[in-house]
């Protein structure tokens, strides 16, 4: 069964501290990776999108990797900010249409 | 949020009622999509519609209705058959016909409440 699974599920950290998100996936065939932020209440908005060729992706201080081999990626962010409080999710393109979801991780970054 | 439009932000249903969601998108898109969204799970495709006038059962599709009359637009219907309606409807939209391929950009959501 394709699957996307991230972790940790939950994390607390202090305002300007770095962070490291995990996404583990078993899609196949595999399009494309890609994380979104989602605010409470709100539409998920795209970070970044990786696709087979790609080890690394920035976007300000988001920085996402990718590893193919071991379908694993993760999303790093740099001094955090209190904005960055959020669900974060590892979405995997599954072939040409389907699109396979994580649960998300819910970061709160503390004052 | 970018060129797409939910509403309402907060619908409340009775038992039995059908009640219809809105999504307009001006980004000139061709594809739309209907995601539900519950906690602790991620997002389940309802429907997609690649072009006017067609649409396809996503994975979840019981108990909703779509329609594709206009380019910009693509109304979710939740009918009284959907049994367990209360969640967080996303509504998004990608250039071309692939939602794998091309960036889906999704709308501000709206949270259905049955009561």
Same mark, same amino acid.
């Given at each position: 069964?394709?699957?996307?699974?991230q972790?940790?599920?939950?994390?607390?950290?202090?305002?300007g501290?770095?962070?490291?998100?995990q996404?583990?996936?078993t899609?196949?065939?595999?399009?494309?990776l890609?994380?979104?932020?989602q605010?409470t &209440?709100? &539409?998920?908005?795209?970070l970044t999108?990786?696709t087979?060729?790609?080890?690394?992706?920035s976007? &300000?201080?988001?920085?996402?990797?990718?590893d193919?081999d071991t379908?694993?990626?993760?999303l790093?962010?740099t001094a955090?900010?209190?904005?960055?409080s959020?669900?974060?999710?590892?979405v995997v393109?599954?072939?040409?249409?389907?699109?396979?979801? &994580?649960t998300?991780?819910?970061?709160?970054?503390?004052p | 949020?970018?060129?797409?439009?939910?509403s309402p932000?907060? *619908?409340?249903r009775?038992?039995?009622q059908?009640?219809? *969601?809105? +999504?307009?998108?001006?980004?000139?898109?061709?594809?739309?999509?209907?995601?539900r969204?519950?906690?602790g799970q991620?997002?389940?495709?309802?429907?997609?519609?690649?072009?006017?006038?067609d649409?396809?059962?996503?994975?979840i @599709?019981?108990?909703y209705?779509?329609?594709r009359?206009?380019?910009?637009?693509?109304?979710l219907?939740?009918?009284? @058959?959907q049994?367990?309606?209360?969640a967080?409807?996303? +509504?998004?939209?990608?250039m071309?016909?692939?939602?794998?391929?091309?960036?889906q950009?999704?709308?501000?959501g709206t949270r259905?409440?049955?009561?």
């Amino acid at each position: 069964k394709n699957q996307v699974e991230q972790s940790p599920q939950s994390l607390i950290i202090l305002e300007g501290k770095n962070c490291t998100l995990q996404c583990n996936y078993t899609v196949s065939p595999f399009s494309n990776l890609r994380w979104y932020k989602q605010d409470t &209440g709100r &539409g998920p908005v795209s970070l970044t999108i990786m696709t087979f060729s790609e080890n690394t992706k920035s976007n &300000g201080r988001y920085t996402a990797t990718l590893d193919a081999d071991t379908k694993q990626s993760s999303l790093h962010i740099t001094a955090s900010q209190l904005s960055d409080s959020a669900s974060y999710i590892c979405v995997v393109s599954e072939g040409f249409q389907k699109l396979v979801f &994580g649960t998300g991780t819910r970061l709160l970054v503390s004052p | 949020d970018g060129g797409i439009t939910q509403s309402p932000k907060y *619908l409340f249903r009775k038992e039995g009622q059908n009640v219809t *969601l809105s +999504c307009e998108q001006n980004l000139n898109h061709d594809a739309m999509y209907w995601y539900r969204q519950d906690p602790g799970q991620g997002l389940r495709l309802i429907y997609y519609s690649q072009i006017v006038n067609d649409f396809q059962k996503g994975d979840i @599709a019981e108990g909703y209705s779509v329609s594709r009359e206009k380019k910009e637009s693509f109304p979710l219907t939740v009918t009284s @058959a959907q049994k367990n309606p209360t969640a967080f409807y996303l +509504c998004a939209s990608s250039m071309g016909t692939s939602g794998a391929y091309n960036e889906q950009f999704f709308g501000p959501g709206t949270r259905l409440t049955v009561l």
